[in-house]
Every structure is written in C-alpha cells, then in structure tokens.
C-alpha cells in the first residue's frame, strides 16, 4: 500500500469516528439553536480540520479534491451545516493557492490553518449578477482603498479573512483578500436563513479599508474567473454535502420503514414505500458519482465545470425531493421538528441558491454542451 | 501423557461466598457429563465453602484452603492449578466463568497447558467421545461460533454468567478432598489490595445497571415517591416516559425512547407504561424487564420477561417489602 | 521505559452477517479500524509517556494491510511500529498468536511493560494478555480501569463484579486497559502526513526464534468448527401472580437466583 492510499484510510477512519462521536449526536441541537454546540468548533480547529486541503509547504495535510470531497461528504452525514462552513474555507483557501502572490500566499496560507477564510461575491444590488455590484477598489499611490458592503457570505462572522468582489473599474471585476483587523473593517448584520442553521451567514462593510497591492488576487479584471473558479470548487464540495444528506436520509428511511408495521407488515415490505427508497438510493449514488467524478477531473488538471454543475443542480433538487419522500415515509414524525428530516429538507434547499443558482447552473451546462459541438 | 477422566469447575469466590455462576455450572454439567464433575475450591484457611457447593451435587470436591491464594494474583493461583493438575493428570474439561476472575485466569492457565480455550460461551455439550463443543458469541453477540478443541486436554473454557439455570441437588456421594500443602511462591511484583465495591447507583440512565421506570399510569405524586423509594432499595436510576417529562424534575436526560435516551440495565422495572414503539426503541438492549400494567393487552408485555397484571403502586410497595 | 502496545485491526462495525451464499461472515463495504480498546491502550501508553520520556513501540500480527493500523498509530504518536506478518502465521488462535507476540516482545527486548486492549471486539476472547504474559514469564494486570506512572512501577484500580482492587505492580508488567482508563484523541489530520518519517519494521517467521509447530493453525489447538447468526432472543414473557405480593416475592426469588439481584451485603 503505497502512502497516499494509507494517508486516505487513516483519515477516513478518523472523520468517520469523530461525525460519529461529535457531529452526529448533535445535529437537532445544531439545527435548533443555530450554532455549534458542545465545543464543536473548536474540536474541528484542534483536530486540523481547517487545514485538510492547504498545501503541505503552508503547514498544512495537503490532501487532494477527492479525499477532501470525500471527507464533506462525511461530514454531511452528520451535520450538513458543519460540512458546509467547511466547504466554504476550502474553496477560498484553493483561490488564494491558485491565485495568490507569494507574498500573499506567505501572509494568509500559514494562517487558514487556525483562521477561517470566506468566500464574497453577493450584494444587496445581486447575486447572479456580479456586474451590478457596487463595491469597489481604488488605486492610491502603492495602495487600495476599498469600500462597499457584502452579504449573505458563508461563514460571515465567523471567517476572519474575506475573499471579496470588488469593481476596478466600471466593467472591471477584481479580487481582494481583506482581514477582520484592518481598519474599516466592520461586521455587519446576520442573515435568518431557514436551514444549513449551523452556519453563520452574515455581512462585512469595507470603509476605506487600505491594502497593499500584494492583497490583488490574480491581476485586475479576474474577478470573474476567479469567482468561478471557486464556483466549481465549491459545487464539487456541496455535491458531497448533498450525498451526504441523502444517506442521511436513507439510514432514516430505511431504519423507520423496516420497524414500522401497518397492521403485522413492516412498511418497507409495501411496494410504495419501496419505490421511494429505492429513488432516494438512486439519486444518492447519482450525486455521489457525479461530484466523485468532477473532483477527479480537478485533481487530473481537466475543466470540470460542467460536471460540478450537475452534481449541485441535481444533488440539490434530489435531496429535497428525497427528503420530502422521506417525510412522508415517516409520516406523523416526519412532520415533527422532533426529527430530523424537516431540517435536512431546509438544509438541501439551500443548495439550489447557494454558489449559483439552479438556473445558473442549467445556463452553465447547457452552454457547455453547445460548446463542446461547435 | 495421563488424562483424567473428569470434567473439572472452577469455583469463583467472592467475598466469601459462592459465585452463584459456579452453581450453574455444576448444574449444567451434571446434565451433559457422562464424567464425573469435580469442582476445584480455592478459600481460606478457615472457611468451608464447600458445604454450600455440596447442595448442588458434584461428585468431587477438590478444595485448597490458603490464605495467599485467595488474594486473587492471577500468577500464583496459575502456579497452583498447574501444580495440582500435575497431580492429578490433565481433566478432561476444565471451565470457569466469564467474570474478570475467571477471564484473567483461564487464559494464563491456557498458555501454561499450552491447550485451547473457548471465551465467554452461552452454551456447551458433549460428544460421545468427550469432545466438549463450546458456543461463544462474537462480534458484540452478533455471530456464534461453535469450538473445539480435537486434541488437547484439559478443554477450557469460560461461561457466561445467568445463561444456565442452577437447581440444587442431593447427591450423597459427593467426595471432599482437602490439598493443604501447595506450596504458592508467592509474587513479589503484584501488591492488590481489595474492597468491597460499594453499591452506587449509577449517576445516568445511559450508564445504570439497574433503572425504574414510570409511565403515565404511575405518574401521582404519591406514586413517584413509592416508586423512588423502590429505586433506593434497588441502587436504581429513574426513568421515564415522554409524558412525564412536563413535570417540572425530569427532563430529556431523564427519557428513555427514541427522543431521549437508550438505556441497557441489567434489570429495567417499568411501572404504568404502555410501550409504545418510541418507547421500546430505548430499551431493547435492556437485559431483563420486568413490567407492571393494569392493561392485560399492553404491548409492554411483549418486551418483558416477567410481567404483573395489575395496579403498578401495589407492585411497586410488594416489591418493596420483598427486598426488604 | 520502554513500553510495547499490542494493537488488531477490527471492522469498524461489529454488526456484521451471515452471507446466506458463501456461509461466511459478510464483510463487503466494511473497512479496518484500530480496535476500541485498544485505542485507550494507546493513550496510557501516551500518558505515560508524556511523564517519563517513554518509548512507545506499537505492534501487530495480521496481514500486511494492518500497516494502515500501525501508521494511525504512530500518527497519534507512537515512536516506531512492527508488523509481525507471514503466511505461516495464518489461521491462529490465542495460543498460537500470544506465542508469536511474545517471541517479538522477547526480540525487542529489555521492554518494561506491555500494554494491549482488555479484547479485541470481533472475536471479544480477552485472552492475549494472560496468555503473553505467561510466555514472557511476567506478572498480569488485566482490565486496567486507571493508570498511573509512579516510582519503580505503576498503581492500578481495576473492578471486579463486587470488588475494587489497587495495584501496585512493579515493572516488567503486563497491562490490559479498559475504556474507563482514558479518553483516546483522535488523529490530528496534519500529523498524519508527519507520520510517514517514522518506521514500520516487517518481521516475518524467519526472523523470530519460532518452534514452525506453535505458529498458525498447526499451532492452534482450538478449531472453528461452525458460525452461525443467533437466534432471536424471545422474552420469556412469565406472567407473575396476581396477587402482589405473590408476585413480588416470587420476582425476587427469580432474580436472586439468577444471580440479577444480589442479596444486599
Ligand atoms: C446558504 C447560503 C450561503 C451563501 N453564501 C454565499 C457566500 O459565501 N458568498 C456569496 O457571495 N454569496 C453567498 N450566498 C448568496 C448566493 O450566492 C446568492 O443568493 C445567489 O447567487 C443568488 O443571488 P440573489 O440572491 O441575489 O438572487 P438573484 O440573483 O436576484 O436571483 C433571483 C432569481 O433569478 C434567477 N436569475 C437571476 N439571473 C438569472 C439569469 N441570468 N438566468 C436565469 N435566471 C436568473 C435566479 O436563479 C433566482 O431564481 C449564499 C446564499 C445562501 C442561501
Ligand atoms: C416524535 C415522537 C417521539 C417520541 N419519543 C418518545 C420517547 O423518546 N420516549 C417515550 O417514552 N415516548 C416518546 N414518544 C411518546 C410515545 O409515543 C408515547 O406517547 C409514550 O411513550 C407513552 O408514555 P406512557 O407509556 O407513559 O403513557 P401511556 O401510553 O398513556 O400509557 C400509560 C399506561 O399505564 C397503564 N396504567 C394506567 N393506570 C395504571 C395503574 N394504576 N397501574 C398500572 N398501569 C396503569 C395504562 O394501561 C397504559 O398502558 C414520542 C412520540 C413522538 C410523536
Ligand atoms: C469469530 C472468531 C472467534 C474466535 N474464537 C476463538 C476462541 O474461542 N479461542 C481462540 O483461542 N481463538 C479464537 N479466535 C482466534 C483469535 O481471535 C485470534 O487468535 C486473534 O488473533 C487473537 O485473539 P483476540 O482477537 O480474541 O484477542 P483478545 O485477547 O481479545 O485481544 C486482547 C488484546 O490483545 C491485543 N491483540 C489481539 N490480537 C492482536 C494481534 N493480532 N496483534 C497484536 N495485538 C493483538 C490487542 O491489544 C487486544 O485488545 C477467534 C477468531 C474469530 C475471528
């Protein structure tokens, strides 16, 4: 076995054992009091888990797109809120490796192993639409001085580094790496999004924040590719997390249909039910071989973004959908917040918004598929 | 080599009384040996636990009254088994229970005979030629394994507690014989010191051994007193179903179910609860369940052991005063 | 002090089948891990460490895929691992595999204090401790509920049924630990990677001083002769009499002899 296949194991085996001890036993309490109970989150800083794809030379595991999907995915079984803040530093941690001056990449890399990065695109005046942002950056001397207001930033609050989307120029889109303890830097107001509850969701606002030039990431005017760049990232990782609510989902359904007895049958011995198990498992293995596959073309340097398009757009609408099936296999219990399944339904739903919307991605795939005919 | 044609019973002793699995044991192999069963006692110099183990029939009692032995080093008590089977010749069987004592000594003993030994069985039988064939569960008790051990004597093994029944027996030919001079080196590297353990009842329901639980038919004021003082009798934990979490002193840590907490007592008393599927699904790793229902339909009773018809107050204060 | 912990790759769940085709286990889509108690195993050995500048070798019989055990091992700090592996060896039971631990602790050598697991939990014997303790001729302590390093040795609370035992043991010693003893870490993920600058020492038949009659199953005086699933476990469902304290009185007889209740002492 060669040190790569080991390293895989071994992690594994500890994400699985930690879900099962400290992730999973607190999902209700996760979903109903918005935050992460029971010292959760500073047993996932302890254990490097903020450093499981940083490069090694920054400090860090240095695992690839596949492990590292593999890992959310796990995650997701037991809370997908914690699976998707994590999802979210990921992403930013890989634009900063990809996009990064050294100088930058020495400042920040070493520093995403105990400090969040976000990822923020999204303001007041749009989302799908990052033309009509207002924020902007403006080129005094050696310096940048940034201004405007981002929301609806996962891990807004809790990150202390941002990624964030700024205009140049009128038709120029840039990024810039700003932190919490620069001067001008203020957090704003929290979002009270109906699932993924876990996660802080929040807002920054730029005043005057000054930065150096090492803190452009790329050159001026790649707002755009970097935003998707991370986009894609980001898709593959929530692919996992979706897979990972609809096992979540099938061990609920599976466990509650073979117990449950109409008259002296267990339910799960109904053709009914069957039909919506075996579509919950169809759609699970689905998503799971889509975002594997997206995740392996990464790590192989092929463009991936059709493939990690599918995996959010159909993992997203599935889980939903599996969870609604789910819910009604239960029955009575499946509408009770005393159960697990009404939140996973909340959770998945916020997938078809989050990183681009369904239609965005169905605009992606479908522009792929013409491409790739012309 | 010279075997004996015996099966053999290690006796376990604890403070000063019979182990009543030793008891089992003697019963159990009475009904499969053609051989004659010996039990092999290890007490202090003045004790005679031997007259309580001849109520239960062996046909040899072999007894070593020594008061270094019966300290419990695992290595001193394998010198002196081994010394004595030196005597005697190898039996054909030799087995133990499964508690810490005998888990610790069979195995030592095992690689001093250099023979094989089965783990914590739940059942044994003979073959007509002798062979014992030991069924030990593995992986937590989900597979059995049936062993044997075809060409090595003694065949050792260890039981499980409570799997067998003990009956007494009057077998007027039982033989005591008394070993006094073993000699026992004695081990210089162990120093144990031993107390009795007190009897606590555990802090939680997740981690007691032994937990009442009341339901909506038990659910007075009056009732949960009787049932408390039923639980201090017991070293017991409350429990309790969902309904009786809108009282003000129990909460979810104190639920059992499906929303609460999975329990796995050695004995659950449920008083007043109907079982519903919520509820059962807290308590199937429950080892013995006694339950009480004025309901003679209810589902509960399909979970239990042992249950009573009847007005569970009035089963509670009996149970009381039976412990008493 | 140099101290060598025995540790068995496990499958990770112990609710495993019986494949109605092949009449064997079912293990498909279940992987290894290090076996539970073995994990507080190592942690003693950590603790220990920790206060005396222990080293800690980590060891383990099977096939060579147990490498990803004793990797895990030395991520979690571990000083240096050997794999004890060989065709010869397969098919033992406890005899014959306690037989070839021992030769490989002998082989180390000058090691002060054993530690293993109180049983693995797929085959849940328990009785590789005594049994390697007798081979290397050492004194046992087994089911270890605490630890604690002092002068000269080590002090120990372990419990019976009905009894609470402190040990004091003198080194060399063997050890068998409960999980009450400690709370196991997990892998640090960076530390992983780490790990792989330490060594992994293979030892094969032929470099233990081993008699070829005492090794797998020809050594192996027990035989799996059948595994079968259990049968469902039916509640006796004995209704008691109807008059309360009939029905009290009798319950306790039953419970008393069945060794549930104990007489108050
Ligand atoms: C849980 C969560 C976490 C988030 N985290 C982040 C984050 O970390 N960083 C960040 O920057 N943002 C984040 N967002 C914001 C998210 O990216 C935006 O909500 C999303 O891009 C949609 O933008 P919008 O809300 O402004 O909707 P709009 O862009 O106004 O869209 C409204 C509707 O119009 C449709 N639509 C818009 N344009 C088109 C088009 N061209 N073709 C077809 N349909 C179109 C959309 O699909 C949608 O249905 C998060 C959102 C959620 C729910
Ligand atoms: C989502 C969900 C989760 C749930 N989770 C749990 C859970 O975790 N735990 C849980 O316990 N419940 C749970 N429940 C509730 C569960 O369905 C039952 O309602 C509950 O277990 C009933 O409790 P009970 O047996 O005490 O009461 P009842 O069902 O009302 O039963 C009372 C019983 O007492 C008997 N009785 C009456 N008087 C006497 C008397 N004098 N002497 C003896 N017997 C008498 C009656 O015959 C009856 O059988 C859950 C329900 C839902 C919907
Ligand atoms: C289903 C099943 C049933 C079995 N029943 C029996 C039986 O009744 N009698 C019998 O003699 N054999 C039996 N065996 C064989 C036995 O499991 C093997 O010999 C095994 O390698 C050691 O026994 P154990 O796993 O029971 O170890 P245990 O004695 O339960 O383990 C105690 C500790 O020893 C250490 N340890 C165990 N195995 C190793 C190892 N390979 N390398 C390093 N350290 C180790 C660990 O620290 C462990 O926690 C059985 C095997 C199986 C699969």
């Known amino acids: ?59 860090g595991a240095g695992f690839n797109g596949r492990t590292s999907a593999k890992v959310i995915n796990e995650i997701a079984k037991g809370n997908a809120s914690l699976a998707v803040t994590l999802e979210g530093h990921f992403k930013s941690v890989d634009q900063i490796v990809k996009y990064g001056n050294d100088e930058l990449k020495n400042e920040y890399l ?20 990052p033309m009509g942002i207002n924020s902007h950056a403006e080129k005094r001397g050696d310096k940048w001085i940034i201004n405007g207001d981002k929301i609806m930033i996962t891990n807004g609050g809790l990150a202390e580094i941002y990624c964030v989307l700024v205009k140049t120029a009128p038709d120029e889109l840039s990024f810039f790496v700003v932190d919490n303890e620069m001067e001008g830097f203020e957090y704003g107001k929290q979002e009270n999004f109906l699932g993924l509850t876990g996660v802080p969701v929040g807002e920054i606002v730029m005043n005057n924040i000054e930065v150096d030039e090492s803190h452009l990431l790329g050159k001026v005017g790649m707002g755009k590719e970097i935003g998707d760049s991370a986009h894609d990232d980001a898709r593959v990782l929530m692919g996992a997390v979706l897979t990972g609510i609809m096992e979540h989902e099938l061990d609920l359904v599976t466990d509650y249909a073979t117990h449950r007895k109409a008259i002296d049958t267990p ?108 | 080599m010279e075997f004996l044609k015996e099966n053999w019973i290690f006796a376990e002793v604890d403070l000063n009384k019979v182990n009543p699995i030793t008891y089992q044991l003697i019963t159990k192999m009475n009904q499969i040996s053609e051989l004659p069963v010996t039990v092999v006692l290890v007490e202090g110099s003045s ?71 089965t783990a914590d069985c739940l059942d044994l ?183 009573y018809v009847g007005n569970a107050e009035e089963f509670s204060k009996a149970l009381e005063k039976a412990l008493q | 002090m140099k101290i060598v912990v025995g540790i068995k790759q496990v499958p990770e769940t112990t609710n495993v089948k019986i494949n109605e085709k092949t009449k064997n286990i079912d293990r498909r889509g279940i992987s290894g891990v290090i076996n539970q108690y073995d994990r507080h195993a190592l942690e003693a050995a950590f603790e220990i460490k920790a206060k005396t500048n222990a080293e800690v070798i980590v060891m383990t019989m099977g096939p060579d895929d147990f490498v990803v055990s004793l990797q895990e091992a030395l991520a979690l700090g571990a000083d240096s691992a050997v794999l004890l592996s060989d065709r010869a060896f397969a098919g033992a039971d406890t005899l014959a595999t306690g037989y070839v631990l021992s030769e490989a602790i002998k082989k180390i050598g000058d090691v002060d204090l054993v530690l293993l697991g109180q049983q693995s939990v797929d085959a849940d014997t328990g009785q590789m401790g005594p049994i390697i303790s007798e081979f290397l001729d050492i004194s046992q302590v087994t089911y270890a509920s605490k630890l604690d390093v002092e002068e000269g040795g080590l002090r120990i609370k372990r419990y019976l049924e009905n009894i609470e035992q402190d040990i004091t043991a003198k080194l060399p010693v063997l050890v068998t630990v409960t999980d009450q003893a400690n709370d196991p870490k997990y892998v640090n993920i960076v530390e992983i990677a780490k790990s792989f600058e330490k060594e992994v020492t293979t030892w094969h038949a032929s470099d233990l001083n081993l008699d070829a009659d005492r090794v797998g199953q020809a050594g192996s005086p027990s035989v799996v002769r059948s595994i079968s699933s259990p049968k469902e476990v039916v509640k006796d469902n004995y209704k008691l009499p109807d008059n309360p304290q009939d029905a009290a009185d009798e319950l306790v007889k039953i419970l008393k002899d069945k060794n549930i209740l104990v007489e108050d002492k």
């Open chain 2, 125 to 307: 039988h003979f073959e007509d030629d002798g062979t014992l064939v030991q069924t030990k569960p593995s992986y937590g008790d989900n597979i059995m394994c049936e062993i044997v051990v075809p060409n090595h004597r003694p065949q050792m093994a260890t039981v499980r507690s409570n799997v067998f029944e003990a009956k007494k027996l009057n077998n007027p030919m039982t033989k005591v014989i008394n070993i006094t001079n073993l000699k026992v080196v004695q081990d210089k590297q162990l120093t144990i010191s031993s107390k009795p353990l007190p009897q606590e009842s555990a802090e939680s329901i997740t981690e007691a051994n032994r937990i009442v639980a009341i339901g909506r038919g038990d659910k007075t004021e009056e009732n949960l007193t009787n049932a408390k003082r039923l639980a201090d009798k017991l070293h017991a934990v409350i429990g309790v179903t969902r309904p009786l979490t809108d009282l003000e002193e129990f909460d979810i840590n104190d639920q059992i179910g499906q929303s609460g907490q999975s329990v796995s007592p050695d004995i659950l008393i449920n008083l007043g609860i109907s079982g519903a599927v919520q509820y059962t699904a807290g308590i199937s790793n429950a080892k013995t369940i006694v339950s009480a229902n004025t309901d003679k339909d209810a589902p509960i009773f399909k979970h239990s052991d042992y249950y």
């Open chain 2, 47 to 117: 004790e005679s636990l031997e007259e309580d183990i001849k109520e239960y029939g062996p046909d040899k009692i072999i007894t070593i009254k020594n008061d270094q032995l019966v300290q419990g080093n695992d290595l001193e008590m394998t010198n002196a088994l081994d010394t004595l089977i030196e005597k005697t010749g190898r039996p054909n069987s030799f087995v133990f229970a499964a508690t810490v004592v005998g888990r610790s000594l069979a195995p030592r003993l095992q690689a001093r005979l250099r023979t094989g030994l």
């Open chain 1, 267 to 374: 339910i799960i011995q109904m053709q009914g039910i069957q039909r919506k198990i075996a579509d919950i498992a169809i759609s699970k293995e689905t998503t799971k071989l889509l975002y594997q596959k997206a995740a392996w073309m990464k790590d192989h340097g092929q463009d991936y973004e059709e493939e990690a398009a599918m995996a959010k757009a159909y993992g997203s609408r599935s889980a939903v959908k599996a969870g609604d099936d789910s819910l009604q296999i239960l029955g009575g219990y499946g509408y009770s917040l005393d159960y697990p399944i009404e939140h996973l339904i909340r959770d998945a739903r916020a997938m078809e918004i989050a990183e681009g919307t369904v239609e965005k991605m169905r605009t992606a795939i479908a522009l792929k598929e013409a491409e790739s005919r012309a």
């Open chain 1, 1 to 59: 076995m060669d040190q790569k296949t080991i390293s895989q194991d071994i992690l594994l085996r500890m994400v699985k054992a930690f879900v099962k001890n400290e992730v999973a036993p607190y999902d209700m309490e996760i979903d109903h009091t918005r935050s992460y109970v029971n010292n959760l989150w500073s047993k996932v800083k302890e254990n490097d888990f903020l450093s499981l794809m940083l490069p090694e030379e920054y400090g």
């Open chain 1, 110 to 129: 070493p520093q995403a192993k105990n400090r969040i990065i976000a990822f923020s695109m999204t303001e007041p005046s749009g989302g799908s639409n």
